[in-house]
């Protein structure tokens, strides 16, 4: 079956302007994660979705960062008024269930800032 | 305590070479150690993992050290192959809680290796 998949793949945009990524993630997937790569890093967390629960939003490093999910499915992570710190790569995550079960990662998103 | 710290930053080895990569961590409550294979311009990849109940896994080529004592693992790479080089990273979680899965990663390494 299709794995995780982001869109853009790609995306310029100007310093204020508000971007919005998206996610699907791989069917029947409850767990859906955001991570952050900048360029040279690891992987930071953002943020956590299962099934109807609260997300976890503690890694989400500002107000101006958010993220929806739509039951099981799409997920979007918005970032407003964007900044030139926030030119990394996004990439999202699902699995089968929470916990220490295998991520299945997305090529990501990579967000230029200028 | 949440970190994973991961060395070296990177590596070159010839062909058939064994490259090894450590992580270290603090925290005692991780329970869940992957490996994720990572190529330019696509997502990582799970290579292998381990929970702190063996000292060692192997799949492939591929083998996890593991030593509780010490809050250390590793990864080494047997008879690599150039198709090897990419990004390797070490992470870390814990099940249950209110952490959910979600991975401490480290650092990375940039494997080469050379033909």
């Known amino acids: 079956g299709a794995g995780v998949s982001q869109s853009p793949s790609n995306k310029v945009t100007e310093k204020g302007k508000d971007v919005e990524l998206r996610c699907d993630p791989i069917?029947?997937?409850?767990?859906l994660y955001w991570y952050r790569q900048r360029l040279g890093q690891g992987l930071e967390f953002l943020i956590y979705?299962?099934?109807?629960?609260?997300?976890?939003k503690s890694g989400l490093p500002s107000d101006r960062f958010s993220a929806e999910r739509t039951g099981e499915s799409v997920s979007t992570l918005t970032i407003q008024r964007t900044q030139q710190e926030d030119s990394a790569v996004y990439l999202c995550?699902?699995?089968?269930?929470?916990?220490?079960?295998?991520?299945?990662f997305g090529p990501g998103t990579r967000l230029t800032v200028t | 305590q949440q970190q994973v710290k991961q060395s070296p930053q990177s590596l070159i080895v010839q062909k058939g070479g064994i490259p090894i990569i450590n992580c270290a961590y603090e925290?005692?409550?991780?329970?869940?150690f992957p490996w994720y294979q990572q190529f330019p311009g696509k997502g990582p990849a799970l290579l292998i993992a381990?929970?702190?109940?063996?000292s060692e896994k192997k799949e492939g080529r591929f083998t996890i050290s593991f030593n509780k004592s010490a809050k250390q693992f590793s990864l080494h790479i047997m008879d690599s192959q150039p198709g090897d080089s990419a990004t390797y990273f070490c992470?870390?979680?814990?099940?249950?809680?209110?952490?959910?899965?979600?991975?401490?990663f480290g650092q990375g390494t940039i494997l080469t290796v050379h033909p």
């Open positions: 925290n005692t409550a991780f329970d869940y």
């Open positions: 979705f299962q099934g109807n629960s609260a997300p976890d």
């Open positions: 069917s029947g997937h409850t767990a």
């Open positions: 992470a870390a979680s814990m099940d249950g809680g209110t952490s959910y899965g979600k991975l401490t």
């Open positions: 381990i929970r702190p109940d063996v």
């Open positions: 995550a699902s699995s089968f269930r929470t916990g220490t079960h295998e991520q299945y």
